[in-house]
């Protein structure tokens, strides 16, 4: 059973920011939330994770809501290559990742 | 970074035939990796968790004689597909987390088998 909610899809236009919403009302003290994409006929890729704070990497931001019952991806210059499946993920350590459906964002020219 | 090489990327087989999947994590040590089977237009579900010289560990509703899995080095698991059926066709990807960090997942670029 996923522990997040995410849109089915999202669409973005290239050089603009993407926000990917995720909201993981029931998790708890020590659930870390995880970001991971699939490109097409791939192997998911990590992008970011945190626990309470907002955390920046080269790739993205998470804002994490002081509740933690939401949280949102930054993807700050989407670009065509940022085209995928974008998995939200809630788990006390990456031994127990289990995917949910995750959001298709199509970033457009 | 931390590479995982799974192997073959594409197989095709015949029906009643069994398939060996590899995944092989490159440049650390893994007493854990994960096997994943992903549908078309599905997500990823976790199929077993393999454990380095141990017995694997198998999801509810996962058939462990029908997806055979050794986990035989730090390095190495393997997934045998036994006796395949077309409805076995799917996607199965490999992941490991790396041990240093223990932060993230790093997962292989996928089989996708077709059982004609």
């Known amino acids: 059973d996923a522990k997040t909610t995410q849109p089915p899809s999202m669409d973005c236009a290239e050089g603009r920011a993407a926000n990917l919403p995720c909201n993981h009302s029931?998790?708890?003290?020590?659930?870390?939330v995880y970001w991971y994409r699939q490109i097409h006929s791939q192997g998911p890729q990590y992008i970011i994770h945190?626990?309470?704070n907002n955390e920046t990497n080269e790739m993205a931001s998470l804002i994490i809501t002081e509740d933690r019952k939401s949280s949102t991806l930054i993807l700050p210059h989407a670009t065509l290559r940022d085209t995928a499946v974008y998995y939200c993920?809630?788990?006390?350590?990456?031994?127990?990742?289990?995917f949910g459906a995750g959001t298709r964002l199509t970033v457009k020219p | 970074g931390a590479v995982v090489s799974q192997h073959p990327s594409r197989v095709i087989c015949k029906s009643g035939t069994s398939v060996k999947i590899e995944c092989r994590s490159l440049?650390?040590?893994?007493?854990?990796m994960f096997w994943y089977r992903q549908f078309p237009k599905q997500s990823l579900m976790l199929m077993a968790t393999?454990?380095?010289?141990?017995?694997?560990?198998?999801e509810q509703g996962v058939e462990k004689d029908k997806f055979l899995i050794n986990h035989a080095s730090l390095t190495l698991s393997t997934l045998t597909v036994t006796s395949a059926h077309p409805e076995d066709s799917s996607f199965y990807i490999c992941?490991?987390?790396?041990?240093?960090?223990?932060?993230?997942?790093?997962f292989g670029s996928g089989t996708q088998l077709s059982v004609l």
């Open positions: 992941s490991a987390p790396q041990r240093r960090t223990n932060e993230k997942l790093f």
């Open positions: 029931t998790i708890s003290g020590n659930e870390y």
């Open positions: 945190g626990l309470k």
């Open positions: 993920i809630v788990s006390l350590n990456n031994n127990d990742m289990r």
């Open positions: 440049d650390f040590q893994a007493t854990t």
């Open positions: 393999s454990n380095e010289g141990s017995k694997a560990t198998y």
